[in-house]
């Protein structure tokens, strides 16, 4: 599947963690190998791109994989260039569940909502920056590798961990959505 960015990227994430930026180099050029990528050092970036060697190599990925199954229209375009040319991709429909013809009001009161997995290229400190200032509410759904942090450095927002679906609705109702 192409859910992540593993087919192409050694860290899996096309970002580059040191500087908490998009990476804007080609996956496995002489570019990407030299590149100080990772989210925890350069010498697990090696480990990584070692695997990745062994994925094309023995695994034959992406070069010998028939088809791909795609989540979204992002992550394909990303990951197109990196497929060998007349592979069939599939598309699976998302598994949430949202009714579309639900009406939001955006205007309907001040708080917001982070909900997904706490770790920096998720952008948990735009929506903690965001959030204070505003002055508005933030409530955070999820947990992560950065959640202790986003704690300390956003103490006001309220944290819920992860919740189950009916819960997950009722505080999207909150927020107008």
Known sequence: T????????????????????????????????FKNCDSRSYSYKTWRVGRQLVQMGLGGIPGKVDAFITISDF???ILSPYLSGGRKVYRVQNPVNVDSKVELDLGKGD???????????????????????????????GEGSDLQMMKRE???????????????????????C
């Open 2 to 33: 192409l859910h992540d960015y593993f087919t192409a990227c050694p860290n899996g994430g096309f970002f580059v963690y040191p500087t908490q930026s998009i990476c804007d180099v080609k996956g496995m050029s002489a570019g990407c190998l």
């Open 75 to 77: 992550s394909e375009k």
């Open 111 to 141: 708080e917001f909502l982070f909900l997904g997995r706490v770790s920096r290229e998720k952008g948990w400190n735009l929506f903690g920056e965001a959030i204070k200032r505003t002055n508005n509410k933030g409530v955070v759904i």
């Open 154 to 176: 956003y103490p006001d927002l309220e944290y819920k961990g992860w919740l189950n679906r009916e819960s997950v609705f009722e505080e999207l109702s909150k927020t107008g």
